[in-house]
């Protein structure tokens, strides 16, 4: 099993900044993508940022310029440094973690608010 703890959420102005998060913990396998979603009410989640485990990152159109997916030496914490945040950008934050051995893992963390005021 694999557990996923977010943080980092928050109320922030707009043009501020936020960084989330998200520590993986259990029987992660070292070859796995973890991601970022988000979920605005009465809207589907949608991906904002992925990372995997070589080191290459990709982005929503949305976001791209002002947000970064990284990760942590160990790669079991993912973090996304949120810049120049917009009132759009309000939305639950949820990490994501999936690898592929024998079939398919995908994993999901409980989900952190973040806010922006205009």
């Known amino acids: 099993q694999v557990q996923l703890v977010e943080s980092g959420g928050g109320l922030v102005q707009a043009g501020g900044s936020l960084t989330l998060s998200c520590t993986a913990s259990?029987?992660?396998?070292?070859?796995?993508?973890m991601a970022w979603y988000r979920q605005a009410p009465g809207r589907q989640r949608e991906l904002v940022a992925t990372s995997n485990d070589a080191g290459a990152t990709t982005y929503a159109d949305s976001v791209k310029g002002r947000f970064a997916i990284s990760r942590d030496h160990a790669k079991t914490t993912l973090y996304l440094h949120m810049n120049n945040l917009k009132p759009e950008d309000s939305a639950v934050y949820y990490c994501?973690?999936?690898?592929?051995?024998?079939?398919?893992?995908?994993?999901w963390g409980q989900g952190t608010q973040v806010t922006v005021s205009s």
């Open positions: 994501n973690l999936a690898f592929t051995l024998s079939r398919p893992y995908a994993y």
């Open positions: 259990g029987n992660v396998f070292v070859i796995n993508t």
